[in-house]
Protein backbone atom coordinates (compact mmCIF):
# COMPACT_ATOMS: atom_id res chain seq x y z
CA UNK A 1 0.00 0.00 0.00
CA UNK A 2 2.94 2.56 1.22
CA UNK A 3 4.78 1.67 -1.69
CA UNK A 4 1.64 2.15 -4.33
CA UNK A 5 1.00 5.60 -2.51
CA UNK A 6 4.91 7.41 -2.23
CA UNK A 7 5.01 6.10 -5.95
CA UNK A 8 2.05 7.97 -7.23
CA UNK A 9 4.09 10.94 -5.53
CA UNK A 10 7.06 10.90 -7.85
CA UNK A 11 9.17 9.98 -5.19
CA UNK A 12 11.85 6.91 -5.34
CA UNK A 13 11.28 4.25 -3.47
CA UNK A 14 13.34 1.38 -2.47
CA UNK A 15 11.69 -1.92 -0.29
CA UNK A 16 14.07 -3.32 2.20
CA UNK A 17 13.32 -7.36 3.37
CA UNK A 18 12.61 -7.92 6.93
CA UNK A 19 10.75 -9.19 9.55
CA UNK A 20 9.53 -9.62 13.43
CA UNK A 21 11.54 -11.58 15.79
CA UNK A 22 8.95 -10.70 18.60
CA UNK A 23 6.47 -12.93 19.26
CA UNK A 24 7.27 -15.54 15.99
CA UNK A 25 6.91 -19.21 17.24
CA UNK A 26 10.87 -20.76 16.36
CA UNK A 27 9.88 -22.31 13.73
CA UNK A 28 9.62 -18.68 11.85
CA UNK A 29 12.37 -17.56 13.75
CA UNK A 30 15.49 -18.64 11.40
CA UNK A 31 13.69 -17.65 8.27
CA UNK A 32 12.64 -14.05 9.90
CA UNK A 33 16.48 -13.73 11.26
CA UNK A 34 17.92 -14.44 7.66
CA UNK A 35 15.14 -11.63 5.90
CA UNK A 36 16.66 -9.31 8.48
CA UNK A 37 20.50 -9.50 7.79
CA UNK A 38 19.41 -9.37 4.08
CA UNK A 39 17.81 -6.37 4.99
CA UNK A 40 20.82 -4.91 6.79
CA UNK A 41 22.60 -5.52 3.62
CA UNK A 42 20.25 -4.18 1.43
CA UNK A 43 20.16 -1.02 3.63
CA UNK A 44 23.67 -0.65 3.96
CA UNK A 45 23.79 -0.62 0.02
CA UNK A 46 21.33 2.26 -0.22
CA UNK A 47 23.07 3.76 2.12
CA UNK A 48 26.24 3.77 0.08
CA UNK A 49 24.60 4.91 -3.09
CA UNK A 50 22.17 7.44 -1.07
CA UNK A 51 24.45 9.11 1.25
CA UNK A 52 21.50 10.19 3.75
CA UNK A 53 22.49 13.15 6.18
CA UNK A 54 19.70 12.05 8.24
CA UNK A 55 17.68 9.22 8.80
CA UNK A 56 13.75 9.02 9.37
CA UNK A 57 12.28 6.25 11.00
CA UNK A 58 8.37 6.14 11.52
CA UNK A 59 8.11 2.69 13.39
CA UNK A 60 7.59 -1.07 12.71
CA UNK A 61 10.43 -3.99 12.42
CA UNK A 62 10.40 -3.16 8.64
CA UNK A 63 12.92 0.19 10.21
CA UNK A 64 15.20 -2.13 11.94
CA UNK A 65 17.27 -3.42 9.26
CA UNK A 66 17.95 0.26 8.31
CA UNK A 67 18.59 1.42 11.78
CA UNK A 68 21.11 -1.29 12.19
CA UNK A 69 22.88 -0.19 8.71
CA UNK A 70 22.96 3.42 9.50
CA UNK A 71 23.54 3.89 13.51
CA UNK A 72 26.57 6.20 12.82
CA UNK A 73 23.83 8.59 10.92
CA UNK A 74 21.96 11.33 12.85
CA UNK A 75 18.02 9.77 12.73
CA UNK A 76 15.01 11.35 14.18
CA UNK A 77 12.29 8.55 15.44
CA UNK A 78 8.76 9.68 14.91
CA UNK A 79 5.89 7.46 17.03
CA UNK A 80 2.85 7.98 15.33
CA UNK A 81 0.39 5.99 17.96
CA UNK A 82 -0.05 7.39 21.26
CA UNK A 83 1.93 3.83 23.01
CA UNK A 84 4.42 2.55 20.80
CA UNK A 85 5.22 -1.20 19.79
CA UNK A 86 8.26 -3.28 20.83
CA UNK A 87 9.86 -2.33 17.45
CA UNK A 88 9.47 1.41 17.87
CA UNK A 89 10.93 1.36 21.45
CA UNK A 90 14.20 -0.47 20.15
CA UNK A 91 14.86 1.86 17.48
CA UNK A 92 14.79 4.76 19.77
CA UNK A 93 17.47 3.55 21.16
CA UNK A 94 19.17 4.36 17.95
CA UNK A 95 17.69 8.07 17.38
CA UNK A 96 18.88 10.74 18.50
CA UNK A 97 15.73 12.86 19.07
CA UNK A 98 12.11 11.23 19.23
CA UNK A 99 9.15 13.00 17.59
CA UNK A 100 5.90 12.12 19.62
CA UNK A 101 2.30 12.81 18.06
CA UNK A 102 1.08 13.39 22.10
CA UNK A 103 2.97 14.70 25.22
CA UNK A 104 1.63 11.43 26.80
CA UNK A 105 3.56 9.52 24.37
CA UNK A 106 6.77 10.51 26.36
CA UNK A 107 6.43 8.35 29.16
CA UNK A 108 7.55 5.39 27.27
CA UNK A 109 10.72 6.53 26.60
CA UNK A 110 13.17 6.47 29.16
CA UNK A 111 15.60 9.61 27.73
CA UNK A 112 12.96 12.00 27.92
CA UNK A 113 15.29 14.64 27.00
CA UNK A 114 15.71 13.22 23.34
CA UNK A 115 11.37 13.56 23.10
CA UNK A 116 9.88 16.57 21.19
CA UNK A 117 5.58 16.86 20.85
CA UNK A 118 5.30 17.70 17.17
CA UNK A 119 1.28 16.58 16.73
CA UNK A 120 0.68 13.92 13.97
CA UNK A 121 1.71 15.45 10.19
CA UNK A 122 -0.89 15.57 7.96
CA UNK A 123 -1.16 15.68 4.18
CA UNK A 124 -1.30 19.46 2.95
CA UNK A 125 -3.64 19.49 0.43
CA UNK A 126 -6.17 17.80 3.07
CA UNK A 127 -6.79 21.18 4.35
CA UNK A 128 -7.45 23.67 1.10
CA UNK A 129 -11.55 22.04 0.95
CA UNK A 130 -14.21 23.95 2.58
CA UNK A 131 -17.52 22.25 3.34
CA UNK A 132 -19.12 24.17 0.69
CA UNK A 133 -16.45 22.83 -2.11
CA UNK A 134 -16.52 19.36 -0.35
CA UNK A 135 -20.07 18.88 -0.36
CA UNK A 136 -20.21 19.89 -4.20
CA UNK A 137 -17.47 18.05 -5.19
CA UNK A 138 -18.88 14.69 -3.58
CA UNK A 139 -22.23 15.58 -4.70
CA UNK A 140 -24.01 16.12 -1.12
CA UNK A 141 -26.69 18.35 0.26
CA UNK A 142 -26.82 20.45 3.16
CA UNK A 143 -29.90 19.80 4.60
CA UNK A 144 -28.83 16.76 5.90
CA UNK A 145 -25.80 15.34 8.03
CA UNK A 146 -23.13 13.80 6.17
CA UNK A 147 -21.77 10.53 8.07
CA UNK A 148 -18.27 9.52 6.89
CA UNK A 149 -17.76 5.94 7.35
CA UNK A 150 -14.34 4.35 6.76
CA UNK A 151 -12.07 1.24 8.37
CA UNK A 152 -8.42 2.39 6.51
CA UNK A 153 -6.12 1.92 3.59
CA UNK A 154 -7.63 -1.28 2.97
CA UNK A 155 -11.05 -1.07 4.50
CA UNK A 156 -12.52 -2.89 7.41
CA UNK A 157 -14.83 -5.99 7.00
CA UNK A 158 -16.74 -5.64 10.24
CA UNK A 159 -17.59 -1.80 9.74
CA UNK A 160 -18.72 -2.57 5.99
CA UNK A 161 -20.80 -5.51 7.29
CA UNK A 162 -22.15 -3.17 10.10
CA UNK A 163 -22.96 -0.20 8.25
CA UNK A 164 -24.89 -2.55 5.45
CA UNK A 165 -26.85 -4.12 7.95
CA UNK A 166 -28.17 -0.98 9.12
CA UNK A 167 -27.81 1.02 5.96
CA UNK A 168 -31.78 1.87 5.23
CA UNK A 169 -32.52 3.72 9.27
CA UNK A 170 -29.11 5.46 8.79
CA UNK A 171 -30.03 6.68 5.38
CA UNK A 172 -33.30 8.24 7.00
CA UNK A 173 -31.33 10.52 9.16
CA UNK A 174 -27.97 11.33 7.25
CA UNK A 175 -26.05 11.39 3.81
CA UNK A 176 -23.46 8.56 4.13
CA UNK A 177 -19.91 8.88 2.40
CA UNK A 178 -18.92 5.22 2.68
CA UNK A 179 -14.94 4.38 1.64
CA UNK A 180 -15.51 0.52 1.86
CA UNK A 181 -11.80 -0.78 0.66
CA UNK A 182 -11.17 -2.83 -2.48
CA UNK A 183 -11.95 -5.80 -0.82
CA UNK A 184 -15.29 -5.79 -0.26
CA UNK A 185 -15.92 -3.47 -3.19
CA UNK A 186 -18.17 -5.58 -5.04
CA UNK A 187 -20.51 -6.45 -2.40
CA UNK A 188 -20.78 -2.60 -1.35
CA UNK A 189 -21.60 -2.23 -5.34
CA UNK A 190 -24.50 -4.84 -5.29
CA UNK A 191 -25.53 -3.36 -2.03
CA UNK A 192 -25.61 0.26 -3.60
CA UNK A 193 -28.36 -1.08 -6.39
CA UNK A 194 -30.73 -2.66 -4.30
CA UNK A 195 -31.58 0.68 -2.73
CA UNK A 196 -34.79 2.61 -3.73
CA UNK A 197 -33.78 5.44 -5.44
CA UNK A 198 -34.65 8.20 -2.50
CA UNK A 199 -31.71 5.98 -0.63
CA UNK A 200 -29.67 5.73 -3.46
CA UNK A 201 -29.09 9.32 -3.80
CA UNK A 202 -27.96 9.80 0.00
CA UNK A 203 -25.22 6.95 0.00
CA UNK A 204 -21.75 7.58 -1.70
CA UNK A 205 -19.82 4.78 -1.99
CA UNK A 206 -15.98 4.71 -2.94
CA UNK A 207 -13.65 2.29 -2.64
CA UNK A 208 -11.04 4.31 -1.73
CA UNK A 209 -10.04 7.59 -2.23
CA UNK A 210 -6.66 9.57 -3.04
CA UNK A 211 -7.07 13.73 -3.69
CA UNK A 212 -11.11 13.27 -2.58
CA UNK A 213 -10.27 12.20 1.28
CA UNK A 214 -9.68 15.95 2.19
CA UNK A 215 -13.29 16.55 0.78
CA UNK A 216 -14.95 13.70 2.57
CA UNK A 217 -13.44 14.66 5.57
CA UNK A 218 -13.96 18.37 5.25
CA UNK A 219 -17.86 17.87 4.34
CA UNK A 220 -18.70 15.31 7.34
CA UNK A 221 -20.54 16.23 10.88
CA UNK A 222 -19.13 12.56 12.13
CA UNK A 223 -17.00 9.99 11.37
CA UNK A 224 -17.03 6.12 11.92
CA UNK A 225 -13.55 4.47 11.40
CA UNK A 226 -10.87 2.30 13.19
CA UNK A 227 -8.68 4.33 15.22
CA UNK A 228 -5.64 4.34 13.63
CA UNK A 229 -2.53 6.57 14.37
CA UNK A 230 -4.18 8.87 11.27
CA UNK A 231 -6.97 9.75 13.68
CA UNK A 232 -5.18 11.91 15.79
CA UNK A 233 -3.98 14.17 13.34
CA UNK A 234 -6.59 14.18 10.43
CA UNK A 235 -10.03 14.25 12.29
CA UNK A 236 -8.38 17.33 14.66
CA UNK A 237 -7.42 19.27 11.68
CA UNK A 238 -11.34 19.12 10.50
CA UNK A 239 -12.50 19.44 14.17
CA UNK A 240 -14.39 15.96 13.31
CA UNK A 241 -16.37 14.37 16.13
CA UNK A 242 -15.65 10.26 15.99
CA UNK A 243 -17.14 7.07 16.32
CA UNK A 244 -14.15 4.57 16.79
CA UNK A 245 -14.01 1.18 16.58
CA UNK A 246 -10.95 -0.12 17.53
CA UNK A 247 -9.39 -2.91 15.50
CA UNK A 248 -9.28 -5.75 18.08
CA UNK A 249 -6.27 -7.84 16.50
CA UNK A 250 -3.66 -5.11 16.91
CA UNK A 251 -2.57 -5.59 19.93
CA UNK A 252 -3.42 -2.22 21.90
CA UNK A 253 -2.61 0.42 19.62
CA UNK A 254 -5.93 1.43 18.84
CA UNK A 255 -7.41 0.58 21.53
CA UNK A 256 -5.59 3.32 23.18
CA UNK A 257 -5.32 5.82 20.71
CA UNK A 258 -9.27 5.43 21.07
CA UNK A 259 -9.49 6.45 24.53
CA UNK A 260 -6.82 8.86 23.95
CA UNK A 261 -9.76 10.84 21.99
CA UNK A 262 -12.82 9.70 23.93
CA UNK A 263 -11.11 10.57 27.39
CA UNK A 264 -10.82 14.21 26.26
CA UNK A 265 -14.67 14.50 25.21
CA UNK A 266 -13.69 14.24 20.94
CA UNK A 267 -14.60 10.84 20.54
CA UNK A 268 -17.12 8.13 21.21
CA UNK A 269 -15.96 4.35 21.25
CA UNK A 270 -17.22 0.92 20.51
CA UNK A 271 -16.11 -2.31 20.55
CA UNK A 272 -16.15 -4.09 17.17
CA UNK A 273 -18.01 -7.13 18.50
CA UNK A 274 -20.89 -4.90 19.26
CA UNK A 275 -20.76 -2.13 16.51
CA UNK A 276 -23.43 -3.79 14.48
CA UNK A 277 -26.17 -3.32 17.36
CA UNK A 278 -24.57 -0.50 18.81
CA UNK A 279 -24.13 1.82 15.55
CA UNK A 280 -27.88 3.32 15.15
CA UNK A 281 -28.47 3.84 18.78
CA UNK A 282 -25.13 5.89 19.18
CA UNK A 283 -25.32 7.82 15.39
CA UNK A 284 -29.01 8.44 16.48
CA UNK A 285 -28.04 10.06 20.18
CA UNK A 286 -25.11 11.98 18.61
CA UNK A 287 -27.00 13.25 15.40
CA UNK A 288 -30.04 14.43 17.35
CA UNK A 289 -27.86 16.36 20.30
CA UNK A 290 -26.16 19.31 18.86
CA UNK A 291 -24.76 20.76 21.73
CA UNK A 292 -22.86 17.53 22.39
CA UNK A 293 -21.78 16.99 18.52
CA UNK A 294 -20.19 21.00 18.70
CA UNK A 295 -18.80 20.01 22.21
CA UNK A 296 -17.03 17.04 20.18
CA UNK A 297 -15.78 19.29 17.83
CA UNK A 298 -14.76 21.79 20.05
CA UNK A 299 -12.74 18.97 21.68
CA UNK A 300 -10.92 17.81 18.68
CA UNK A 301 -9.81 20.55 17.54
CA UNK A 302 -8.35 21.88 20.44
CA UNK A 303 -6.43 18.13 19.81
CA UNK A 304 -5.08 19.64 16.42
CA UNK A 305 -1.17 20.61 15.59
CA UNK A 306 -0.86 22.33 12.38
CA UNK A 307 2.27 22.35 11.63
CA UNK A 308 3.12 19.12 12.49
CA UNK A 309 4.99 18.34 9.94
CA UNK A 310 6.35 21.72 9.44
CA UNK A 311 8.00 20.78 13.18
CA UNK A 312 9.38 17.24 12.06
CA UNK A 313 11.28 18.68 9.18
CA UNK A 314 12.54 21.48 11.21
CA UNK A 315 13.67 18.84 13.90
CA UNK A 316 15.34 17.04 10.62
CA UNK A 317 17.41 20.03 9.12
CA UNK A 318 19.25 20.45 12.14
CA UNK A 319 19.83 16.97 12.45
CA UNK A 320 21.29 17.01 8.99
CA UNK A 321 23.34 20.03 9.95
CA UNK A 322 25.22 18.68 12.84
CA UNK A 323 25.93 16.01 10.47
Known sequence: MEAELVKRQGIPFDAIPAAGLHGVGLRALPGNLLRLTRGVLAARRILREFKPDVLLFTGGYVAVPMALAGWRIPSLLYVPDIEPGLALKSLASFADRIAVTAEESARFFPNRERVVTTGYPVRADLSVWTKEAALEKLGLTDDLPVLLVFGGSKGARSI????????????????????????????????????????????????YLHEEMGAALAAADLVIS?????????????????LLVPYPYAWRYQKVNADFLSQRGAAVTIEDAALEAELVPTVNDLLENPDKLEAMRIAMRNLAHSRAAAEIGSHLLTLARKR
Open 160 to 207: NTALLANLNPLLEIAQIVHISGKLDWPTIEAAQKELPPQMATRYHAFA
Open 226 to 242: RAGASVLGEFPLFGLPA
